[in-house]
């Protein structure tokens, strides 16, 4: 591992952290991406949710560039077709499905075609800074290594690598709840007495011996049915959770596969489901919520319903306000104004006081009502083009990342095919 500086270090190979690295290292940056698992693609390959969404919104395509790239490149390797992601629900859908081993394998593929240095199995221990470059201390499987680069983008969803820099996050008093997402077989899903089942499962929730969120989302009138239904696919609440450090997430993980074997051996007792399989569980529990960062701008609900475009706007997000709750009914939403399309600037990217550090991603400066539309995976990839492209241009030019002219950043994007407000 030579000790030369990077020009880009991108800490968190998920959804945003793999665009962010290929976006630098095709214009040429030194770029290193240190990711802790062994695959790249977080929660969508990690955690199963392998359906990003959204890149278009009012009639038009809003969410371009290296993501769509990577997910089109997916489906077409697939043999899948698109669905026509034209029609305006405003919100959540239409969503693409993807190949969760192909797009693994294509995150590998794009990375390295750019020339990025991946390291896996890695992560970071302290993250320094002196004589005006980042000197992260990383812990390999074989012990502690620095190394060095010149400006840093936390894409670990968590704020860690900012937490770790000593700069301020904010963790909301409740986050949402985590899922475990799984693959059911073994029973005909249209045969089964969904009334009978979920009122099985409300008395066995009444009784205490499960929990409403072991088989849906709805704590006013715990049901089973979701669960059935989707296979087990993001049907679950894993209630009370803490998942930005390795003793809450572990938590976390032992909760989800201890939820998910109580609901398991219960159905197996009920008509209909006596041969029930699992088989597949997402190696991780996927995360809705933890920390996000204090950012030089908050995005607030009221900027991301009115679609606010900032002068420094870098990137869409589109998709409706989706919070999941560990009361009532599980989940609310509503979309963005008729017409708006929201968007996200520098500013949020930017934790206050830092020099040459960004965030892309789930914990992106917002309050937490924006922040459960922002999460999605089309925002946070094109977060993380965005957030790459800035790093690179600040990196080439020597100067700060918030000093980047906007219109060096636009004329990147745009020629790397984003779509910049
Ligand atoms: C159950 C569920 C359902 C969802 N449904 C949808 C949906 O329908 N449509 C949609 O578009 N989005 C959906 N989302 C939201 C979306 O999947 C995530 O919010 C988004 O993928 C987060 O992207 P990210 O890049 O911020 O983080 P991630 O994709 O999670 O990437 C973070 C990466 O950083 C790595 N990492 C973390 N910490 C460290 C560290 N300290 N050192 C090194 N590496 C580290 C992780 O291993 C991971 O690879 C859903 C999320 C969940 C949990």
Not at 21 to 36: P, S, W
Not at 118 to 144: I, Y
Not at 406 to 415: K, Q, W
Request: charged share 20%; hydrophobic share 45%.
């Amino acid at each position: 591992m030579p000790n030369e500086p990077y020009d880009v270090i991108v800490v968190g190979g998920g959804t945003a952290g793999v665009i962010a690295a290929v976006q630098a290292g095709r214009v040429g940056a030194r770029t290193l991406l240190i990711e802790k698992n062994g695959l790249l693609g977080g929660t969508v390959t990690a955690a199963g949710v392998s359906y990003p969404g959204r890149f278009h919104g009012r009639g038009r395509q809003v969410v371009a560039g290296i993501g769509w790239e990577l997910v089109t490149r997916c489906v077409a390797e697939a043999g899948a077709a698109l669905p026509d992601c034209t029609t305006d629900t405003g919100s959540m859908g239409p969503q693409i499905r993807i190949n969760v081993p192909l797009y693994a394998a294509l995150c590998d593929e794009m990375c390295l075609d750019a020339g990025v240095a991946l390291w896996l199995h890695t992560m970071p221990a302290a993250v320094g800074r002196a004589d005006g470059l980042w000197r992260p201390s990383v812990c390999t499987k074989t012990g502690l290594c620095e190394v060095q680069g010149k400006t840093l983008i936390d894409c670990t969803g968590d704020a860690n690598v900012v937490t770790l820099a000593g700069f301020e996050v904010v963790r909301p008093e409740t986050v949402q709840p985590g899922t475990l997402s799984c693959r059911l077989s073994g029973y005909d899903a249209n045969a089964l007495d969904y009334d009978a089942l979920d009122a099985a499962f409300a008395a066995e929730v009444a009784a205490g011996r499960l929990a409403h969120g072991d088989g849906g989302w709805n704590a006013e009138a715990p049901q089973v049915r979701r669960f059935l239904r989707t296979r087990g696919d993001n049907a679950n609440h894993i209630l009370g959770i803490r998942a930005e450090d390795s003793a809450g997430r572990t938590a976390m993980e032992l909760a989800g596969r201890r939820a998910l074997l109580r609901v398991y051996r219960w159905l197996r007792t009920q008509p209909g489901l006596e041969n029930l399989r699992i088989d597949w569980v997402a190696p991780e529990a996927g995360v809705r919520e933890t920390v996000v960062i204090a950012g030089e701008t908050t995005i607030t609900e009221r900027d991301y319903i009115a679609g606010r475009v900032w002068d420094d706007s870098l990137c869409y997000a589109m998709y409706g306000i989706d919070m999941h709750t560990d009361d009532g009914a599980g989940v609310h939403g509503w979309p963005p104004e008729e017409g708006k399309v929201p968007t996200v600037p520098r500013g949020a990217l930017l934790p206050v006081g830092s020099e040459n550090l960004l965030v892309a991603g789930r914990c992106v400066s917002s309050d937490r009502v924006a922040n459960s539309a922002l999460r999605v995976e089309g925002s946070c990839l094109a977060m993380g083009q965005a957030a790459g492209a800035v790093a690179a241009l600040a990196a080439r030019n020597d100067i700060a990342v918030g000093a980047v002219p906007m219109a060096d950043i636009r004329d990147l994007l745009t020629e790397h095919g984003a779509v910049v407000p």
